[in-house]
């Protein structure tokens, strides 16, 4: 079946501008998560949404980073007034649940570059 | 903190060898593990879960998990050039995101 996918795959931007990422899990998914990688930091978790609950925004950098998930389905991670510190790959996963057992399945990313 | 430690490598194998690869974690309370294989451009790619103590094989892969020493590892046998990534080590614990290490690059020479 289909896997997670992600748009756009490249972004680049100038610094102060706003931008969205989109997400679409994998059908069925009721967790989705968000993190992002940047070079020599490794994979940093950003926020996770489990069905109707409240999402877990614990690993947002700061209060320019926001997401939402609409429909229980897609989500959109928004950076306002970007910098260059923004820059990374962003990557959304999904799972069955948000349960320790269930394995995340990753989408192949946005790559945003700020200028 | 929760930390997960690799070594960032880069660990070096001929081809046909097994390749062994390390993972420590600081969190006693973690019950789930994974290790996700990603290539240079590419996002992570699932490749074992394990969450009981002991070995979990599939195929050329074994996972080895230690929850007393905070261990956990992943055995590759019969390596391949193809093997060539960036292994990461995620752990998780109750009501929380995957925790990464920041991987170590295998390389296999043909």
């Known amino acids: 079946g289909a896997g997670v996918s992600q748009s756009p795959s490249n972004k680049v931007t100038e610094k102060g501008k706003d931008v969205e990422l989109r997400c679409d899990p994998i059908?069925?998914?009721?967790?989705l998560y968000w993190y992002r990688q940047s070079l020599g930091q490794g994979l940093e978790f950003l926020i996770y949404?489990?069905?109707?609950?409240?999402?877990?925004k614990s690993g947002l950098p700061s209060d320019r980073f926001s997401a939402e998930r609409t429909g229980g389905s897609v989500s959109t991670l928004t950076i306002q007034r970007t910098q260059q510190e923004d820059s990374a790959v962003y990557l959304c996963a999904s799972s069955f649940a948000a349960g320790e057992a269930y394995e995340q399945y990753f989408g192949p990313g946005t790559r945003l570059t700020v200028t | 903190q929760k930390e997960v430690e690799q070594n960032s490598g880069p660990l070096s194998v001929p081809e046909g060898a097994i390749a062994s690869l390390n993972c420590t974690y600081s969190?006693?309370?973690?019950?789930?593990f994974f290790w996700y294989r990603q290539y240079s451009g590419k996002s992570p790619e699932l490749i074992m879960s394990?969450?009981?103590?002991g070995d979990k094989e599939d195929g050329r892969f074994t996972a080895q998990l230690n929850k007393a020493s905070q261990y956990v590892s992943l055995l590759i046998r019969d390596s391949q050039p193809s093997d060539s990534a960036t292994y990461l080590c995620?752990?998780?614990?109750?009501?929380?995101?995957?925790?990464f290490g920041k991987g170590t690059t295998l390389s296999v020479s043909s």
């Open positions: 394990i969450y009981s103590n």
């Open positions: 969190d006693r309370g973690s019950q789930s």
């Open positions: 059908s069925g998914h009721t967790a």
């Open positions: 995620a752990v998780k614990g109750p009501g929380t995101a995957l925790i």
């Open positions: 949404f489990q069905g109707n609950s409240a999402p877990d």
